[in-house]
């Protein structure tokens, strides 16, 4: 489901929305799941291996044409209109060059205009990697097979001149989820994780280079970039800013057992060695940032605080009670960097927030010009509020409560569309 804000000439108008992908339109009209979660289970042998049953008589039958997506998809192209209304336009395969799923987490070079993006899966080549023009065609594959066996490769980074991607000890296992009913994702300990950098305009893996990292889990980056000058002139060295997770074992299961750690980590392309920093002690992820700083060197980002756990449908969804603003200028104590921060205050949480620039075309603008936006709940009240916070206030002040009509579940991913860009769509 897709929630927007439209703020326009004084007023806001809210919209919830579910995105009609083929999985949603075949199990809306069952009234039931008809296909398997990766994130969870079927409780149990006997029940996978009915459900799965039950999933291969209806392709065999044609009920269901696991063509038309799963889940595990294409790009969904959605339009909002001039009243605020979300409307699914449909599957985007780019001129059929794309045929399977892409990242949820592409880059944008706010600079050319291109976009960057892989996908992963369980069955050989394990990562590929592609690109796309500003207009929109997309780059022929590169599959990476270099990458030996299935991980979990949610996020990933882009420099000027490098893709960087970290192999953690996540690991897919499908057969686990016929065999035994549980999820196929699995916690490997033995496993040594991985940064794997590939030039970012690469028409094949030759130059793939992979540096070992004992303990790095990452889920979602924060940015990267070129620092070929930090040492001296010859070094190429690539900056990479990430939450590390700490209790990697836990991800998916139990999130108030989440940690982690923002980390800005030091990737020496000359010598292989590899440098960590941590920037905050605190139990920090979503990190967000000015999007006009993807893919070269920033000083602030914005992260969610954890708060409790909330249980949905055996699902544990991460929910946020507050936010913070760090200072990647690290002093060389390595003391805490936080600089803001924001507690909804009790009973209150929100989802992963995300940074609006106070005036996107100008150049000259400072970083943290801006708005941190996000949708916040009280759970005591039932009350639904969107915040608007003054990035630069050293408590990240809130500007703007806006009440809303209804609840916005507890969700995570968002972005800001500026009003002129919207009206290139129509």
């Not at 992260?303 to 009670?321: F, N, Q, R, V, Y």
């Not at 100008?362 to 936006?373: C, L, Q, S």
Request: proline letters at 6%; glycine letters at 8%.
């Amino acid at each position: 489901m897709l929630h927007s804000i439209r703020i326009s000439q004084g007023r806001a108008m809210l919209c919830s929305r579910y995105v009609k992908t083929y999985k949603y339109t075949v199990e809306r009209e069952a009234g039931y799941p008809l296909f398997p979660s990766i994130f969870s289970s079927f409780n149990g042998l006997l029940a996978s291996t009915m459900n799965v049953a039950l999933l291969a008589a209806r392709i065999i039958a044609g009920h269901l044409n696991l063509a038309n997506g799963f889940g595990s998809d294409l790009p969904y192209a959605v339009r909002l209109t001039s009243n605020g209304d979300i409307q699914t336009m449909g599957r985007h395969h780019f001129d059929q060059k794309l045929s399977e799923g892409m990242t949820a987490h592409p880059k944008i070079d706010p600079e050319t205009g291109e976009t960057f993006a892989f996908r992963y899966r369980p069955v050989p080549p394990f990562l590929t990697y592609f690109r796309f023009n500003a207009d929109g065609t997309k780059h022929p594959d590169v599959p990476i097979f270099s990458m030996r066996r299935p991980s979990i490769i949610h996020d990933f980074a882009i420099t000027k001149k490098y893709a960087v991607f970290v192999d953690i000890q996540l690991t897919l296992d499908p057969i686990k989820m016929i065999t035994t009913g549980g999820s196929p994702v699995v916690f490997d300990p033995s496993k040594v994780t991985r940064i794997g950098v590939l030039p970012r305009y690469a028409v094949d893996e030759s130059e793939m280079r992979w540096f070992n990292v004992p303990g790095l889990n990452i889920l979602h980056t924060i940015n990267a970039w070129d620092d070929d000058q930090e040492d001296d002139l010859d070094t190429d060295t690539i900056v990479l800013v990430a939450p590390n997770v700490l209790s990697p074992q836990y991800i998916f299961k139990r999130w108030d057992l989440f940690r982690s750690s923002v980390e800005k980590m030091r990737i020496n392309l000359k010598t292989g060695i590899v440098t960590r920093q941590p920037i905050s002690v605190r139990n920090i992820e979503f990190g967000i940032i000015n999007r006009a700083y993807v893919g070269k060197k920033n000083k602030f980002v914005y992260g969610s605080i954890p708060g409790e756990t909330m249980l949905a449908d055996d699902h544990s969804i991460p929910k946020c009670a507050g936010v913070v603003k760090l200072d990647l200028d690290v002093s060389s104590d390595g003391g805490e960097r936080t600089v803001a921060c924001r507690m909804y205050g009790p009973n209150c949480y929100g989802g992963e927030p995300f940074f609006v620039s106070r005036e996107p075309e100008n150049p000259n603008a400072e970083e943290d010009d801006g708005y941190v936006v996000s949708f916040v709940h009280d759970e005591k009240t039932g009350e639904s509020r969107f915040l608007v916070m003054d990035a630069k206030s050293q408590q990240l002040d809130i500007v703007a409560a806006l009440k809303l009509p209804r609840r916005v579940p507890y969700g995570f991913h968002g972005l800001f569309v500026k009003e002129s860009d919207l009206q290139k769509l129509y």
